[in-house]
């Protein structure tokens, strides 16, 4: 059982590593926020118990970000081992089915090499030579996953998420927030 006190340190974790997130250049899967923001937590506990309260961190360093970063690298390195070609296409064919789920409603096909690309809508950030760029979204053997238009010498963000059928999912949300422009123009930060 939790006390009200876990749930108020969970909230507030949360809220800081949310707040973290929307300064850096990289897009973060919900899973990845909560597993940054129960790093967090437990860090904010073992300073409590040496007499350092939430606040009195903010001075020397920012423990949000640094939660974030340590979460996130996690599932933008390369894997060790590398994945094999095989679930690379397969992480790319759980990505393109939720793309295209009545849920997520978007139109996307497999691209060259491990690329997905993704129609764009009305409010996607423009992008392209005529602003009319398609999204594309990778998956790669050596790293993780990463969005960018489908132009020559797009700006890349990488995409903080895990590399499983779950995670095509949190992506395929992402990509969906980035299309209908609800998360800005991540490619300008």
Excluded: C
């Excluded at 707040?19 to 790093?39: F, I, N, Q």
């Excluded at 309260?53 to 390369?78: F, K, N, Q």
């Amino acid at each position: 059982m939790t006390s009200d006190t876990d749930n108020e340190t969970t909230t507030a974790a949360y809220a800081a590593v949310e707040k973290a997130a929307t300064g850096l250049r990289e897009l973060y899967a919900p899973s990845v926020l909560d597993e940054a923001a129960a790093l967090l937590a437990d860090l904010w506990a073992a300073g409590g118990r040496h007499g350092v309260g939430r606040s009195e961190w903010g001075w020397a360093v920012d423990l949000a970000s640094g939660a974030l970063s340590v979460i996130a690298r996690r599932y933008t390195d390369a894997p060790d081992p590398e994945r094999t070609g095989d679930q690379v296409l397969a992480l790319r064919r759980d990505l393109v089915e939720a793309l295209n789920s009545p849920e997520t409603g978007l139109s996307a096909r497999p691209g060259s090499r491990t690329m997905t690309v993704v129609d764009r809508l009305p409010a996607t950030p423009r992008g392209g030579l005529h602003g009319d760029a398609s999204l594309v979204v990778g998956i790669y053997a050596n790293g993780g996953w990463d969005i960018s238009m489908n132009a020559h010498g797009a700006t890349v963000v990488t995409i903080a998420a895990p590399a499983t059928t779950a995670g095509a999912a949190e992506v395929a949300a992402l990509v969906r927030a980035v299309a209908r422009g609800e998360r800005g123009n991540p490619f300008r930060r």
